[in-house]
């Protein structure tokens, strides 16, 4: 085989090394947004709290969009509201939960989010005359500065309380926010729960 033939395979090999690359970032901007939440409270394992105490707290959250509209290539997140639930005593016998959030909107993006380097380059040229003979001098320097994120705009609304009344003798667990809330006891001043 000849060097030029030799030269083209391997041409050919990095070209398709290069494409693997791009298709690789491309498949991986083409995520679609996830929706999660992280509860603030210890999961699995019994606690107890009082009546007016925070018994469950999720922050909820969303992958942040990319200029087309996908999940951030490297998983940054935006808010997207709480929820809150909070001990309320007993009601006729049953442990009364009293439910609120928060939904929160914005217009977060990648696009807003990201500082952006902005390369300078200058160039400064000289010419003149010392006595009699002709000088000419050219001096380039280059640098660059970061142009902080524009940022979002958004708003918040308080959702509804919601109070719930759970016979938790007969029916413990109840699902809030993607988990679930189980009694294990209840009583006017205090309750015993855990979070699965």
């Known amino acids: 085989m000849t060097d030029s033939r030799l030269g083209a395979i391997g041409g050919h090999m990095l070209l398709r090394g290069h494409c693997l690359v791009l298709l690789t970032i491309a498949l991986a901007a083409c995520q679609q947004i996830q929706h999660s939440s992280d509860v603030a409270q210890p999961i699995g394992r019994s ?13 909820e959250k969303k992958s942040m969009p990319n200029a087309f509209g996908r999940a951030d290539l490297f998983g940054r997140t935006t808010t997207t509201g709480m929820t809150v639930v909070q001990y309320g005593g007993l009601r006729n016998g049953n442990a009364l939960l009293v439910r609120s959030g928060v939904d929160i909107q914005s217009n977060q993006t990648t696009m807003n989010s990201t ?8 160039t400064t040229s000289m010419s003149g005359w010392v006595g009699t003979t002709p ?4 001096a380039s320097s280059s640098g660059g500065y970061f142009a902080p994120p524009i940022g979002a705009q958004g708003y918040s609304a308080a ?8 016979d938790w003798r007969r029916s413990p667990a109840v699902p809030i926010s993607g988990r679930t ?3 294990e006891n209840a009583t006017p001043t205090s309750i015993t729960y855990s979070i699965r």
């Open 47 to 59: 606690v107890t709290a009082g009546v007016g105490d925070v018994i469950f707290r999720a922050d």
């Open 115 to 122: 500082p952006i380097y902005v390369p300078t380059q200058q």
């Open 135 to 138: 000088v000419m001098g050219t």
């Open 159 to 166: 959702r509804a309380t919601i109070p719930i009344e759970v």
């Open 181 to 183: 809330l189980y009694i």
